[in-house]
């Protein structure tokens, strides 16, 4: 298993745990699988869906035959064809599964990362995961839509999206 952190930071030595949503003192990691969820500016609104294990046929539909998308504001796009992101590779030993629809992985000790590689072209990263970016006038619609549905799914930094 390989797990990542996403940065917009290219110094990172050590990851310290921080305070998490629940009280806890976290370090954060992604698997593969869902690696391409992350490969965005940090603050852009997304709306990333995937089809899982309780995914019913009907709903694959909300794919338009992607294997999984990711879909920004269109306003975003050209910031997320001009940053630069690091990609740190986490040693996998003191991490557990937090969320497995999410692909977070967690730990409660410091962490080294192994490596660290820089990021640019992150369309082309997203689509070399296997996921679709769709550039939307609003991610409203699609947040409903794939809400109500059975795919797996990660909306992240909506509080950043235009009115609805």
Not at 16 to 25: H, K, M, Q, T, Y
Not at 27 to 46: H, S
């Amino acid at each position: 298993m390989r797990l990542f952190h996403v940065s917009d930071r290219p110094d990172i030595g050590r990851f310290e745990p921080r305070v998490a949503a629940d009280g806890a003192l976290k370090v954060w990691a992604i698997e593969e699988r869902t690696l391409a969820n992350y490969l965005l500016p940090r603050d852009c609104p997304r709306v990333c869906a995937r089809p899982g294990p309780e995914t019913a046929a009907a709903d694959l539909a909300l794919l338009d035959g992607a294997p999984a998308v990711v879909a920004i504001e269109a306003v975003w796009l050209e910031r997320v064809r001009s940053t630069r992101l690091f990609l740190y590779d986490m040693p996998p030993a003191s991490f557990a599964l937090e969320d497995r629809i999410a692909g977070y992985w967690t730990s409660t000790t410091t962490v080294e990362p192994a490596s660290t590689r820089t990021l640019t072209d992150l369309p082309e990263r997203i689509a070399e995961r296997g996921a679709r970016l769709s550039a939307l006038p609003s991610l409203w619609p699609l947040h409903d839509r794939v809400a109500a549905s059975s795919l797996d799914f990660s909306m992240i930094r909506m509080r950043n999206a235009a009115r609805r």
